[in-house]
């Protein structure tokens, strides 16, 4: 008997030895918070490196697949010109004609010009936010050839000012009769210059183009032509 009073005895010792309180409140917040803390860095640590992941992805398949801009350029001149591209001239020293800018400027074994101009959007000056970039031949002091490259206006309605048949309309004529005025290209030209025809429903796009144009003849007459 005694010794079954003992062995309970020592039960009980072992059983009260081994209990752990229950953590009070505070203790399982903070528990819980810091659970949660751990779980929202992990999601963070996670999304962060998908996102890593997908940026060098792009980064690779970017520098793979880009198109060379100066080689479209080439490409469609080979395209327009038989004669051979003798210079390519430093487009950095030429000064931009209000919202334009010249892409590229190349003279051809033959002596032509042959200068890459771009109009940007602005005020009743093309109607898309990319723009109008034309292709604008000059020989002799005579405009061969302009060529729409690229553009985004309205298919049907401003598109139309970048047809073959509405820029046939600057074939042969002669530089000097490019008026350029120092401010709004709008501007009244005086009596002699040549006056573009501007379309219909597509007058922005009219005016880009004409824009286009003038910057490649400013460029050319930079360079004492």
């Known amino acids: 008997m005694v010794d079954l009073l003992n062995e309970k005895k020592e039960n009980l010792v072992e059983e009260t030895n081994n209990f752990e309180p229950m953590k009070d409140n505070g203790s399982l917040k903070r528990h819980f918070k810091g659970k949660k803390i751990n779980e929202s860095l992990k999601i963070i640590i996670v999304l ?5 992941v997908a940026s060098i992805m792009l980064a690779v398949v970017n520098f ?6 100066n080689q479209q350029i ?4 080979g395209s327009l010109y038989s004669s051979e591209i003798s210079t390519t001239v430093d487009v950095s020293s030429i000064s931009n004609y209000l919202g334009t800018e010249i892409k590229a400027y190349y003279i ?5 010009n042959i200068i890459v101009a771009k109009a940007n959007k602005g005020d009743k ?3 898309n936010a990319t723009g109008i970039t034309i292709i604008v031949i000059i020989k002799e002091g005579l405009i061969e050839k302009v060529v729409s490259f ?13 047809r073959e ?3 046939n309309q600057y074939e042969g004529i002669n530089t000097d009769l490019i008026f350029i005025p120092e401010g709004d290209f709008i501007s009244t030209p005086e009596f002699n210059y040549f006056n573009p025809s501007v379309i219909t429903g597509a ?4 005016n880009g183009v004409s824009l286009a144009v003038k910057a490649a003849v400013k460029a050319y007459r930079s360079r004492g032509n």
């Open 48 to 52: 962060g490196l998908i996102a890593m």
């Open 64 to 69: 793979y697949t880009k198109i060379d801009e």
């Open 74 to 77: 080439l490409d469609e001149i």
């Open 108 to 112: 051809a074994d033959d002596g032509a």
């Open 125 to 127: 000056v093309c109607y």
């Open 150 to 162: 690229s553009h985004s206006e309205t298919p049907g309605l401003g598109e139309r000012a970048l």
């Open 165 to 167: 048949e509405y820029l």
């Open 203 to 206: 007058t922005y796009s009219s």
